[in-house]
């Protein structure tokens, strides 16, 4: 029988934070999917779900922390390219669902290991693929509902959820 050690590993995601666009807030929820591939140099978290990410670092926390980085620059650039909310949530949505065939194949197979091996990476909590929701919702706080409370630390500052995929 092959031993089978996973050399990639599925990663589920979530991420919850605000942006200020151009006359609204919006508020950002998610559950994505990653593949993390360790190397000599460190570790490299390649999107799935949304497919335009790629971030990498010396390890897993701090590949974390860099993904919370990249995903805000990109809510912040759509916020300041739309002129209105809605059109602000259409691109976050289609970012989102962008992907590709050869890396949902590369998801499903490294699923398919982690399962065999029952081993995930630096003891990461490990979440059913199967009913593990992955979703992108995206939701307008009108501005006269907004005081200087909100200006607390939020969920906006804290790195991304990380579980493996099995």
């Not at 950002?28 to 000599?40: H, T, V, W």
């Not at 990109?74 to 809605?86: C, I, L, Q, R, Y």
């Not at 593990?132 to 939701?139: D, E």
Request: hydrophobic share 45%; charged share 20%.
């Amino acid at each position: 029988m092959q031993d089978l050690k996973p050399t990639i590993w599925p990663l589920l995601f979530t991420h919850k934070g605000s942006v200020f666009g151009n006359g609204f807030l919006a508020d950002i929820e998610l559950c994505g999917r990653l593949l993390a591939e360790p190397n000599a140099e460190g570790v490299w978290l390649y999107g799935v779900k949304p497919g335009a990410l790629a971030v990498g670092a010396v390890n897993l926390a701090t590949a974390n922390t860099e993904l919370l980085k990249a995903l805000v620059a990109v809510f912040v650039d759509f916020a300041e390219e739309s002129k209105t909310f809605g059109q602000f949530k259409s691109m976050v949505e289609q970012y989102f669902n962008e992907t590709d065939d050869d890396s949902i194949n590369a998801w499903n197979e490294a699923v398919k290991i982690l399962r065999a091996s029952g081993a995930a990476p630096a003891d990461l909590p490990i979440k059913s693929a199967d009913s593990t929701a992955v979703f992108v919702n995206g939701s307008e706080r009108p501005l006269e509902q907004i005081s200087p409370k909100d200006n607390r630390l939020n969920d906006s500052y804290a790195p991304s959820q990380l579980a493996a995929a099995a």
